[in-house]
RNA sequence: GCCGGGGUGGCGGAAUGGCAGACGCGUCCGACUCAAAAUCGGAUGGGGCGACUCGUGCGGGUUCGAAUCCCGCCCCCGGCACCA
């Protein structure tokens, strides 16, 4: 292709015949290990859910993720870098619902459809490793690890009131649950109770390795999520008594046992089963009313922003377990039955709640902790530090001392235990719909709930299953489906029709890329071995408590289980960005802001899309699009067409040689290796484009031939893992040999990369007064000496005397003048 | 409320103790052109004719020297939010 004068590369033509050289080199197989020799590196961006189009947030994700792997690759590790569908969830099932379409058509389509939009973005994907979550192929996979989880006891059902959303009509985990309006997280509408026979993970049996985050290279805001996702908070769990009544106890926990002396009541939550029985008759009317308006409450939407501690008294009370007094017991829904043990001792006097509550219904309050240094808040709880009064024995302690012999005088009279609560819960994985991986199991009348033996797995999702939002999974009505034979006794018998929650596929699909097509094992061992963990794994920091928690706890059942030896999946985790509209605003269909990359990739090419979408800023800051700010890439790639397709002009007089030149490539080697290797993408563009300037004015001063060439195909070979098709057009328009991308990543030498000469800046007292040239050598005293003779230093000196000079060499001197 | 991240030209951003504003967008001026596009060159934080001077959210501090470190505050974004 000729270069035209001062014109715009062709890239469509450019990009489709590199695309078309590159579909003939053959693929990988999908289950080859690393070559000997060679250091691995699993390279895992999150796969996208195909919901028909690719959109301009897949491209921000995965092109930087590509342009790193590329160029590991280039530095000589064996490089894989797998790319799959996340094919199973609502939006397929939803689609069938309103349009009639079946949803594994829509999906087959969507997917066939994004495949291609994918090769349009020139990433390195191994599509011979390509895995589909919702062909039986691999969700039989899913069903074998459940079934190995329920061996263990790590799947379970259970009884309990979960999460529903009536917009979807299935229930949802606690973590799709979202803001103090407790709404869906898909679709926003308020979530009702059920009470439901449920599948769950007990994830909780993880919590405190979970905890562990030693060793992992993940952004701080993702590990602070998780850690205040698990909520781990230690304290003592003890019981009252309930006055008159021998036979009856409840237990509290308390994470502040050093302010036991101010309880001055007790409350439990509405749910508690002591509740009924210790009800006084003429309470009963009041207990039971504020019982069912606290289960409708959380039934119906709570809009209320302004949480009103509301609660009535039982009647009953409590004896405390210390001074023998009683204490009035409560009712009231600031205290979840779910958590710790539905119940709490109230100290009014410290703590914010309790104080409100107290406040509200004229509950007595009991100062057990003085404020030390710092001014008693009238009209408030004091929550924090200071000397324990009014607490027998205790009285006179700091509170955490008291708290320590407290807990520990407790534990020796057989009264309290110390105890560690987590907020995290189990994690509810059934749900009532269609499109998922079934849930093996089984229940026959006589034989009770009986797993799916591995030999008849996969077990199927039937294709005839009729798509009615009833809020009961279409399976329960597919009489083929649902009746079976029992594989223990071979009576009649029924299946589980819920199917897994989606994130059950993605919790280990980094295992199944290794040996896609394995029909023995999920993954192969061997495989595992030799690739796992995972490199660097990216993605979007909305999965920090979801999908990266199941997954964390996945590796860790699988290797307890005997799967793996590994304990975290991806030891290095990096976040992309969020690329918002024109106007700032979220990216969608109603705000009419969507930027479509097909219309991108038409109208200036794969590669300018690629190299935009990483000059924008730092990949973890995303940003709005500024579609005038394209014009910076265009203009650049452009450049560096011309620059290897132009006939070099004749030799000048006078004309540089080669050392300047070859001073900036270095540096350019240098620098974009340092920001690949952080992932600064943005950096990495600014430093090409300062080196396509610098060889241009080499060549427009007819500068020296040789180091041009150079200088070229180090520009080729920094510019492949940003920009792959200009990137093999330019190598091979200077003479490259073979493809850019097999060659060795370009190194440097540092002596060559240092300054000839560098500007000191001289300073008096802190402010520029002069600059100038010296060798980056120069020792102290020469740039004192050069400092000092400088009319303009002498000048701000005025005479006075010089108390000191600063030097630092190869950047600058300050002159310290005055007493 | 608690936790985390951030605030730098007209705009996106660079610089993590040493020349603030790299690189780019935009704008202005010039070259090429019949003209335009494309391309190329120059200018571009504010003030001042100038020597200079002010300037990284605000106020203080440490330091020879602070966008960068420390203290206090304001604002923006994200997460969590009755978790005892």
Known sequence: MAAVQGSRHPAAAIEAKWRRRWAERPEGGGDRLPRPGRPKHYALTMFPYPSGDLHIGHWYAMVPADAHARYRRMCGDDVIFPMGFDAFGLPAENAAIRHGIHPLRWTRENIARMRGQLRSMGASFDWSREVVTCEPAYYRWNQWLFLRLFERGLAYKRFAPVDFCPTCNT????????????????????????????????????????????????????VTMQRNWIGRSEGVQFAFGVRGRPDATFEVFTTRVDTIYGATFCVLAPEHPLVASITAPERRADVEAYQAQAARRSEIERLSTERERTGVDTGAEAVHPLTGEPIPIWIGDYVLASYGTGAIMAVPAHDERDFDFARRHGLPIRTVIAAEGEAAVPGAAHTGPGRMVASGRYTGMRNEDGARRLAEDLEAAGIGRRRTNYRLRDWLVSRQRYWGTPIPIVYCARCGMVPVPDADLPVLLPEDAQFLPTGESPLRHHEGFRRTACPRCGGPAERETDTM??????????????????????????????????????????????????????????????????????????????????????????????????????????????????FIGPWEAGGPWNPQGIEGPVRFLARCWRLAADPYPPPAQGAPDGGELRRRIHRAVRDVTADLERFAFNTAVASLMTLSGDLAAHRDAGGDRAAFREGMLVLALLLAPLAPHLAEECWALQGGEGSVHDQPWPTFDPALAAEESVTVVLQVDGRLRDRRAAAPTASEDELRVLALESPKVQAAVAGRPVARVVVVPGRLVNVVTGA
């Open 501 to 614: 929650d989606t994130f059950v596929d993605s919790s280990w699909y980094q295992y199944r890329y290794l040996s896609p097509r394995d029909d023995r094992a999920p993954f192969d061992p061997a495989a595992a071995a030799a690739w796992l963990p995972v490199d660097v794994y990216t993605g979007g920091v909305e999965h920090a408590t979801m999908h990266l928690l199941y997954t964390r706890f996945f590796t860790k059942a699988m290797r307890d289980i005997g799967l793996t030896n590994l304990s975290e999946p991806m030891p290095r985790l990096r976040n992309q960005g969020v690329i918002l509209g024109e106007n700032s605003e979220k990216m969608s269909k109603s705000r009419g802001n969507v930027v479509n990359p097909d219309d991108l990739v038409d109208r200036y090419g794969a590669d300018v899309v690629r190299v935009y979408l990483m």
């Open 171 to 222: 229930t949802l985990a606690r973590e799709q649950v979202v803001g103090p309006e407790r709404v869906c997280e898909r679709c926003e509408t308020p979530v009702t109770r059920r009470d439901l026979d449920q599948w769950f993970f007990r994830i909780t049996a993880y919590a405190d390795e979970l905890l562990d985050f030693g060793g992992l290279d993940w952004p701080e805001r993702v």
